[in-house]
C-alpha cells in the first residue's frame, strides 16, 4: 500500500484551480482542518441524538434506505449507517450550507452539481467498529456508479464528500482508492473487481493519515474500498459523515420510496446473520431533534 503523499491542501473559502488540477489527474483530495475540534466533538453528540432517536422509535429504515445495526465496544446498541441524518437536526441540516462545501461542485466541471440532502441516501453517518456483533468492520472494492443503473438511469459524475471525526492514520485501516481509475472506462469500472465482496488489498492502492475534521473528496468512479482496522473495541472506532454531491435530474426520496435492489440484499443478510440491537424504551424525543422531513 502506498500512503498519500499529497500536498497539504485546506479548503479555506473555495476550491481553486491547483485543487482542480490535483483532483482532476487522481480522482481524490484531501483537505487538513476542515473543522476544528469543537464543531468536531457539536458534529458527533449531535449524531448521537439523532441515532439515540433513532433506537428508541425503532426506525428500521429511512425514505427506503435500512439502517445498519450493530453493537458498540461497551455492548449496547448501536447503528452502524445511517441514511438521511440531516432530516432529523438542525445543526447537520445547516452545515451542509457550509459555503466550502457548495464550493466542492466545482469539482464535477463542466456538470452542474448540488449537495443530495434528500436524494441518493442522503448525508450518511457511517461508524465502523470491531466488536462482537459488528455489522460493520470494512466495505469491499466498490464504485459509486452502479446506483444510477440500478436506479434505471445512465452513470451521472458525482463525489463522495467525506467528513471524519476520528483520526485514523493509515496503519488503523479505513480509505483505500485506486487513483486514477475514475478515467477508466465502462468494462473497467463495472468488473474490474468484484462488487463489495472483494477486499483484498491492491498493491497499486493509496491510504491516508487521516485527522478528525479532515474532509476528503473522491470520485464515484473511482475504485475504493475501506480496510478493517486491526484493532477491537475503542481502539478501532471511526466515524465518518458522507455528503453526496450529485449531478443530473432531481430525484428526491420521500418516507413511500421504495427500497432499492441492493440494499435488499444487504438487509436480507443482516436479518438473517446479524445481531439483533436491544431496542431502548421509548422516550420523549430529545431536544434540537427534529421529526423525519418527507
Known amino acids: 500500500m502506498k500512503t498519500n503523499n499529497q500536498p497539504v491542501f485546506r479548503l479555506e473559502q473555495t476550491v481553486t484551480p491547483e485543487h482542480l488540477a490535483w483532483f482532476h489527474q487522481h480522482g481524490v483530495i484531501q483537505f487538513r482542518n476542515f473543522i476544528d475540534a469543537d ?13 439515540d432517536w433513532l433506537l428508541r422509535n425503532d426506525i428500521q429504515k429511512v425514505n427506503g ?13 448501536l447503528i452502524q449507517r445511517i441514511a438521511f441524518a440531516s432530516h432529523y437536526s438542525n445543526i447537520l441540516r445547516e452545515f451542509l450550507q457550509d459555503p466550502r462545501l457548495q464550493s466542492l461542485t466545482k469539482l464535477l466541471g463542466p456538470y452542474s452539481g448540488r449537495i443530495g440532502e434528500d436524494e441518493k441516501d442522503g448525508l450518511v453517518v457511517n461508524h465502523y467498529v470491531n466488536s462482537a456483533d459488528s455489522q460493520f468492520k470494512q466495505l469491499g472494492w466498490h464504485t459509486d456508479s452502479p446506483r444510477d443503473l440500478f436506479l434505471g438511469s445512465r452513470i451521472m459524475p458525482m463525489l463522495n464528500v467525506g467528513l471524519h471525526l476520528d483520526n485514523c492514520p493509515a496503519v488503523n485501516g ?6 486514477g481509475t475514475h478515467h477508466q472506462g465502462l468494462w473497467r469500472l463495472l468488473f ?40 477491537v473495541g475503542e481502539a ?17 426520496k420521500h418516507a413511500g420510496s421504495t427500497t432499492p435492489f441492493y440494499h435488499k440484499l444487504a438487509h436480507l443478510k443482516q436479518h438473517l446473520y446479524g445481531a439483533k440491537p436491544a431496542w431502548a424504551a421509548a422516550k420523549a424525543k430529545p431536544e434540537g431533534i427534529l421529526e423525519p422531513k418527507h
Open 174 to 179: 479505513g480509505l483505500r482508492v485506486l487513483t
Open 39 to 51: 464543531t468536531v466533538a457539536l458534529l458527533i453528540r449531535e449524531v448521537q441524538q439523532v441515532q
Open 236 to 252: 478501532s472506532r471511526r466515524r465518518v459523515m458522507y455528503i453526496p454531491i450529485i449531478t443530473g435530474a432531481y430525484q428526491p
Open 192 to 231: 474490474r473487481k468484484k462488487y463489495f465482496i472483494d477486499n483484498r488489498p491492491d498493491k497499486n492502492e493509496t491510504g491516508f493519515n487521516i485527522n478528525a475534521g479532515d474532509l476528503t473528496v473522491h470520485d464515484g468512479r473511482l475504485w475504493h474500498r475501506v480496510q478493517q482496522s486491526p484493532h
Open 65 to 77: 434506505i435500512p439502517l445498519k445495526f450493530g453493537t458498540d465496544a461497551d455492548g449496547t446498541p
